[in-house]
């Protein structure tokens, strides 16, 4: 009988850490961001996460009818770099559960800034960054494409 109730409760215990793996918020995937002007594709490099631009609401510069730019960026070889394919995030590595740390590129502005990344749930994404002490944010959705 004591033999037949330990393995029961070890037969339980892996159920509950596979329901746990398997309802623990992923990063990965596509998100819309908060204003809905961009979708970016999050995906596992590195040791960490990445995340690229894929999609643009207004993905043609009204100004010259050509594909949107980086055209905010100081750097000039990449100011020419188009806003789709742009890489987001730099060296975001894990640092807390469901929470990964590193850069983020803001290209309204051309300038990158300490930010961090947490789940909320399966289905809401906080992106937020910082300059000094003063930090802001914001909700992203996860996209269904």
Same mark, same amino acid.
């Given at each position: 009988m004591l033999v037949r109730s330990?393995?029961?409760?070890?037969?339980? =215990?892996?159920?509950l850490s596979v329901a746990d793996a398997q309802t623990a918020p992923d990063p990965t995937g596509?998100?819309?961001?908060? =204003?809905?002007?961009?979708?970016?594709?999050?995906?596992?490099? &590195?040791?960490? @996460?990445?995340g690229v631009v894929v999609w643009l609401r207004s993905p043609v510069d009204p100004a010259t009818?050509?594909?949107?730019?980086?055209?905010?960026? &100081?750097?000039?070889?990449?100011?020419?770099?188009?806003? @789709?394919?742009?890489p987001l995030f730099q060296g975001m590595s894990p640092s807390g559960p469901n929470k990964w740390? *590193?850069? @983020?590129?803001? =290209?309204?502005d051309g300038n990158s800034y300490a930010s961090s990344?947490?789940?909320?749930?399966? *289905?809401a994404l906080r992106v937020e960054g910082c300059v000094g002490?003063?930090? *802001?944010?914001?909700?992203?959705?996860?996209s269904r494409r």
């Open positions: 330990g393995f029961t409760i070890a037969i339980l =215990a892996a159920a596509i998100w819309l961001t908060q =204003a809905g002007d961009a979708k970016v594709r999050i995906s596992k490099c &590195r040791g960490g @996460i990445c009818g050509r594909p949107a730019v980086d055209d905010k960026n &100081r750097n000039p070889s990449l100011a020419k770099r188009p806003m @789709i394919g742009l740390s *590193g850069t @983020i590129y803001n =290209a309204d990344i947490s789940v909320a749930n399966a *289905g002490a003063l930090c *802001g944010g914001e909700m992203w959705t996860r």
